[in-house]
């Protein structure tokens, strides 16, 4: 069973950082892509950033320079550093693996997600 478990999330004023962690268990991580994902009030749920197998990575144009996304294969984790965060950046985060049904990433189906909150 897929079990994601995202932490690192909070309250913080623009310009501030934070480093969100998600620890993944049920599936084979060290060959599986990894993706962040988003969900803001009344928005659809979209892809932020996501790491291959490979170290290939991808970003959403609004967080590229600012997002930095990695993964610990020794410890099942991706992790997505966030730094000069903006108001628009508030959301709940996801992480999933790649393939994954974005409905049910963004609705809790795997992992609960972590709450970003910030304040101009």
């Known amino acids: 069973e897929v079990q994601l478990v995202e932490s690192g999330g909070g309250s913080v004023q623009a310009g501030g950082s934070l480093r969100l962690s998600c620890v993944a268990s049920?599936?084979?991580?060290?060959?599986?892509?990894m993706g962040w994902y988003r969900q803001a009030p009344g928005n659809e749920c979209e892809l932020v950033s996501d790491?291959?197998?490979?170290?290939?990575?991808y970003y959403k144009a609004s967080v590229k320079g600012r997002f930095t996304i990695s993964r610990d294969n020794a410890k099942n984790t991706v992790y997505l550093q966030m730094n000069s965060l903006k108001p628009e950046d508030t959301a709940v985060y996801y992480c999933a693996p790649h393939g994954s049904n974005m409905y049910k990433i963004c609705v809790g189906y795997w992992g609960q997600g972590t709450q970003v909150t910030v304040s101009s």
């Open positions: 790491i291959s197998t490979g170290g290939s990575i």
């Open positions: 049920g599936f084979t991580f060290d060959v599986s892509g």
